[in-house]
Structure formats: C-alpha cells, structure tokens
Nanobody, 121 residues
Framework: QVQLVESGGGLVQPGGSLRLSCVAS????????MAWYRQAPGKERDFVAT???????RYEDSVKGRFTISRDNAKNTVYLQMNSLKPEDTAVYYC???????????????WGQGTLVTVSS
C-alpha cells in the first residue's frame, strides 16, 4: 500500500505565502509524475501544477508566476510553494501521483486526503 500525506495548509492573509508538502510512503518501486489539484467550495477539482520525474513543470494559468512546484525524489516528496495568495486560491489542495509499487505491477494513480488553504483577511 502507498499513502500520500499532505501538510502545510492553513489560514493566510491575501498576499501571504504557504508551502504545501506531500509525502508518499509505503511500498514504492518508482514514482512518476507528481501533481497538485485543488477544489474550491461548490466547484470541481481542478489542475494546479505538475512536475515530471525529470523536473519538467507545468502550471495552470492563474497560478503561473505565483506558485512553484518542486520535488525531492530521495524523500518521495512534492512541494507547492504558494506566494501572493489571493482569496480565489481558497480550496482544498490535493496531492496526486503516479506510482509503481513493484517492477512488475501496473502504474497506479493515487490521491492524498487533501489539505485546506483559506486565504482571507
């Protein structure tokens, strides 16, 4: 079993910063793309950012220049540095990754439990 555990959410004022972390633990042979999604109240879950195993990053347009995704492969961890936060960034943020638990098993898509980010004065 592989688990994703997010941390780092909380309440922050507009213009502030937060850093989210997501650690993958358990039986892991390889980790491929890691990503962050978010779900605002009453809305669907949307893509935020992704990073490949080689470090290639991609961002949703509204967070470009404000958010930075990174990963530490030795720690099986992905981060999301969020700067210049806006009220519209308020959402539950979910970690997503594609893993292979054994060399002979299929790729699996996993989700974390989510961490709440609230941007408000």
């Amino acid at each position: 079993q592989v688990q994703l555990v997010e941390s780092g959410g909380g309440l922050v004022q507009p213009g502030g910063s937060l850093r989210l972390s997501c650690v993958a633990s358990g039986s892991i042979f390889s980790i491929h793309t890691m990503a962050w999604y978010r779900q605002a109240p009453g809305k669907e879950r949307d893509f935020v950012a992704t990073i490949t195993g080689d470090g290639i990053q991609r961002y949703e347009d509204s967070v470009k220049g404000r958010f930075t995704i990174s990963r530490d492969n030795a720690k099986n961890t992905v981060y999301l540095q969020m700067n210049s936060l806006k009220p519209e960034d308020t959402a539950v943020y979910y970690c997503n990754t594609i893993v292979r638990q054994r060399s002979y098993t299929s790729l699996e898509v996993l989700w974390g439990q989510g961490t709440l980010v609230t941007v408000s004065s």
